[in-house]
């Protein structure tokens, strides 16, 4: 039986970008995996098996082996802090990480307060900044905090910045920009070095076209 390769891939809009990409490289995918509803997914001819996760998850996938590789966007990587090597920039799904908040208005000097999902590199960056701030993690809808009075500002993804207009914020400060990123497990490294140097080989080649 020929050596499979795990795959941990995120849904939605990096999986989409992914999966072209893939094509790309010329691995031969069928039509039906773009729509498919299961959670793992074999492609015994290209010795592939994906595993389909929330894109917060997929760093922790690879870290414990369960999958060998995986597309996981450099927000996570910085938030989850995962012992997994980072091979490739993919270049897609790009956005970045940015401080937003109401128009006008000022951090609170006595308690200012940050609502995030990524608080420790909210955490982080405040620190830098020489900021000492209260640290609130929610898990979605970000762009309510400030607006119903929980926080002063927010830290969140901004792709279009589309959903900040329409919710009357405005961003103050970019952290970092975000693009999604080809990871792999130290071991599966090791003991697939074959089968991982061919696929970034092979997506190397990819990315450095549309790049030019």
Not at 36 to 50: A, G, T, Y
């Amino acid at each position: 039986m020929n050596e499979l390769l795990t795959i941990a891939m995120p849904k939605g809009r990096i999986f989409e970008e992914a999966l072209e990409l893939l094509r790309e490289a010329g691995y031969n995918l069928p039509p039906e995996f773009d729509d498919s509803r299961k959670l793992i997914i074999d492609v015994p001819d290209e010795q592939f098996r994906f595993f389909l996760a929330k894109p917060m998850d997929v760093a922790t996938y690879v870290e414990h082996g369960v999958a060998d590789v995986g597309i996981a966007g450099k927000d996570v990587l910085l938030e989850e802090e995962r012992d997994v090597y980072e091979l490739l920039d993919l270049n897609i799904s790009r956005c970045y990480l940015a401080v937003a908040g109401l128009p006008d208005t000022k951090m609170n000097d006595v308690a200012p307060r940050v609502a995030t999902k990524y608080p420790n590199v909210a955490e982080a960056y405040f620190r830098e900044q020489g900021e000492q701030v209260e640290i609130i993690k929610l898990n979605g809808s970000i762009e309510l905090a400030p607006i119903i009075g929980l926080s002063d500002r927010i830290v969140d993804i901004v792709s279009t910045g589309r959903t900040m207009k329409e919710n009357g914020l405005v961003e103050y400060e970019r952290i970092v920009d975000v693009t999604s990123r080809l990871i792999v497990n130290p071991a599966s490294y090791r003991m697939k070095a074959g089968l991982i140097d061919e696929l970034v080989t092979r997506l190397h080649e990819v990315v450095s076209e549309g790049g030019n």
